[in-house]
């Protein structure tokens, strides 16, 4: 591959969609990085603090030097590991690729939160038909610009590992709060198939049971190792394996 390979090291949480991003492309482009996996029920420790002050995951740091935000990292790693290319070779679609990623840092997630941790009935009415018309959104999107690729384009890309973490993680919302997505969008089903069956996504996800038992308190609207009231400890702490929780309560019946 292209670039130097030497020491590549990403801070990551097993639970977190955009750390997973990155260990997404990582597998993809057959890049070896070492995996440190940082307990976000503590205080982040000085030493992660001083790769990346904002405490947050993902942080890369490749040959000493360090770099933070997933869509960053994984738009560098592209620059300096070109081979397996993420991006299409052709400017236009490059461009949508671009307007759907922005689409899904500044939308997509933030609505996807907000169906996850709303507690309050009136505003979880208002949250849940702006979810669903994101994904109208992307519909109207795909069957405009790629109509018969099954992922964005026919090659899995960067927009497809943008997205494919939180479309995993869009289940938790029909877990514990009975949201659907609507009916009827087909282009949008086809490409949550695809992406959920391609290699490199499978590599990086846990089981659906494990990832409700470590966003249970984001459902009771706690999130980032906070801890709920009458609760001993976080969902997020790492000494109770996840084979010896219960699944949590649904918060609908």
Not at 87 to 97: G, I, N, R, T, V
Not at 211 to 223: E, M, N, T, V, W
Request: charge should be negative; aromatic fraction near 12%.
């Amino acid at each position: 591959m292209s670039g130097s390979k030497a020491s590549l090291t990403i801070y990551s949480v097993a639970a977190c969609p955009y750390a997973q991003r990155t260990r997404i492309l990582l597998h993809l482009k057959g890049l070896q990085a070492d995996l440190v996996e940082l307990d976000l029920s503590k205080p982040r420790p000085s030493w992660f603090l001083d790769i990346n002050p904002a405490g947050k995951v993902p942080a890369l740091v490749h040959d000493g030097r360090a770099l933070n935000e997933s869509s960053v990292i994984n738009e560098y790693l592209e620059d300096v590991f070109p081979d397996r290319a993420v991006f299409p070779s052709d400017s236009y679609l490059k461009a949508q690729s671009r307007i759907l990623i922005d689409f899904c840092n500044t939308q997509f997630t933030t609505n996807l939160y907000r169906v996850l941790m709303e507690q309050d009935p009136v505003r979880r009415e208002r949250i849940e038909a702006a979810a669903r018309k994101d994904w109208e959104w992307l519909e109207r999107f795909l069957t405009r610009v790629s109509p018969d690729a099954n992922f964005v384009f026919p090659e899995f890309g960067m927009a497809d590992l943008t997205y494919a973490p939180f479309f995993q993680r869009y289940e938790l919302n029909e877990y514990f709060w009975g949201f659907r997505i609507p009916d009827g969008l087909k282009r949008v089903e086809r490409w949550r198939r695809a992406l959920a069956d391609h290699p490199s996504v499978e590599a990086t996800s846990l089981p659906m049971e494990d990832y409700a038992k470590l966003y249970a308190d984001y459902s009771l609207g706690f999130s980032n190792g906070a801890i709920p009231p009458g609760h001993e400890r976080s969902a997020l702490d790492p000494t109770i394996p996840l084979s010896e929780r219960p699944m949590p309560p649904r918060r609908v019946a």
